[in-house]
């Protein structure tokens, strides 16, 4: 399987063959997602022996992210399954970056996920028990995310750096960015695949941090 992350601007391929451990690229891009993603899939296909047509499976990372960085990578992922119907699965971003700490969730304990949304804004995930089922999301400030959680609540995602000195240091959880990990990705697709199936590549929706900034025409035009 082959897994795409291009949501934010540390972005990743991961690849998994036959049940081994996932091998991975990680990059932090400059808003260069487009020149630099095949590159990183075939650099990680050829250190495996691989070409293309190798690939069984798919799966990419859905956002929330920007918009022009989320599009390269959705697109590239449809462009890969459609001639071959390769089965697809798509995967929210705060998914991934929860999906390493979602044991550590007790009853009286819930999962922050935040990423970067631009404009001294964060995009926020909760996760809560017993199943660890995404409960809420939202957009915000940092200084009003600080108000929406509790005290025994955890958070992580590549926006937690934000918070230093915000909140309790043993509160936040995971490590510096890059925070996400390509085989979180491929996990949650295998799960996916095994629950409810693929998804058509042409039913594949980018989950934006906020909504494109498209201007309306000038009056006259």
Known sequence: MLGVDTSTRWASVGLQVDSDEVTERVWRSDQNHGRELMPAVFDL????GLSPEDITHLAVALGPGGFSALRVGLTT???????????????????????????????????????????????????????????????????????LISANDYVCGEAAEQLAGKVPPERIIGSRPPTRKPASLITLAQCR??????????????????????????AGR
């Open 193 to 218: 695949f095994e629950s409810v199936g693929p998804t058509s590549p042409t039913a594949l929706r980018p989950i934006y941090a906020r909504p494109p900034n498209i201007s309306n025409p000038s």
């Open 77 to 147: 992922v449809i462009g890969l399954a459609m001639p071959r119907s390769l089965p697809v699965a798509g995967v929210p971003t705060h998914a991934i970056e929860a999906e390493p700490y979602l044991s550590r969730l007790t009853p009286d304990v819930a999962l922050y996920s935040i990423l970067p949304a631009g404009r001294n804004e964060l995009s926020w995930a909760k996760f809560t028990p017993p199943d660890a089922s995404l409960a809420e999301s939202g957009l915000c400030p940092v200084t009003e995310f600080v108000g």
């Open 45 to 48: 296909l050829n250190a495996a």
